[in-house]
């Protein structure tokens, strides 16, 4: 195990989809307000996915005032619930892609610790078009986790399948904004853990596509559960560079005040 540690201090573009995901099916236009409501919360409300964020919401047992590891007769447990009034609404994750010159790669999400911190603030809109949003972000701090050995040789392991040593692999670092679903899943479920009835849910499925009821901004869980994710990626993947006009939110990681020291990898 090795620490890890990724200081950021730049400005980033980052892209929000005006269409769903998903299949044709499943596809349709995520109304404006919604974006609106993103730019106006995003620098406000924004919380990273790591340890602080996990432990707050899982479930705790306690053995009098004392927290324990496990259930046990005589053990009390304790959920943290949700409040959209005062909790974060959009989470910030950090992944690693690691690649070869061979197709194919490895997808790895850093456990983040409690010493991460980060700062995200909304600079501008650089371009506003039928398809997509461009944003322009200041992004700064720093993230930080154990490299576990064993993830390491999955890394290299991958990276050799795909035709390259590590020294030469190919590292993309993202950066992506999300609902906290831990606020959209509130409205979704009653007290005991059980899907609402569709009468009163606040957000259904018609015809495989995503609803709201009502669709305005009253509408919290909706106009979370239907926000896309909103991506950056910074690359040393020097085969990008052919398609940059077409990925906005692409840049090389050269370009970028963001670097990582650990014993492992470093950029």
Not at 5 to 12: G, H, K, L, R, S
Not at 30 to 46: A, G
Not at 247 to 263: A, D, F, R, V, Y
Request: charged share 35%; with cysteine.
């Amino acid at each position: 195990m090795a620490k890890a540690t990724i200081e950021i201090d730049d400005q980033f573009t980052f892209t929000w989809d005006k269409t769903t995901a998903g299949s044709e099916a499943q596809k349709r236009r995520i109304p404006q307000f919604v974006k609106e409501f993103f730019e106006k919360n995003i620098s406000t409300r924004t919380e990273l996915a790591d340890d602080n964020f996990y432990d707050k919401y899982v479930k705790k047992f306690y053995d009098g005032d004392t927290r324990v590891k496990n259930w046990a007769p005589g053990v009390s447990e304790k959920k943290y619930k949700a409040n959209p009034e005062m909790d974060s609404l959009f989470l910030v994750e950090l992944e690693l892609l690691f690649s070869g010159k061979k197709l194919g790669g490895i997808l790895y999400r850093p456990e983040l610790t409690k010493d991460s911190k980060i700062d995200v603030k909304l600079i501008e809109v650089v371009e506003d078009n039928e398809e997509q949003c461009v944003y322009n972000f200041q992004l700064t701090g720093s993230l930080i986790w154990d490299y576990k050995s064993s993830h390491f040789k999955k890394h290299v392991e991958a990276v050799e399948r795909c035709m390259s040593t590590w020294d030469d692999a190919k590292v993309d670092v993202r950066i992506n904004f999300r609902d906290n679903y831990e606020v959209t899943r509130l409205f979704k479920f009653d007290e005991k853990g059980y899907t609402l009835d569709k009468a009163i849910a606040p957000v259904v499925l018609i015809d495989e596509k995503i609803v709201g009821k009502p669709e305005d901004e009253t509408n919290l869980c909706f106009m979370l559960d239907i926000m896309p994710n909103v991506l950056t990626i910074v690359s040393n993947d020097e085969s990008w560079k052919d398609k940059k006009s077409e990925s906005p939110n692409w840049k090389p990681l050269n370009t970028k005040n963001i670097h990582m020291k650990c014993k492992y990898l470093n950029f």
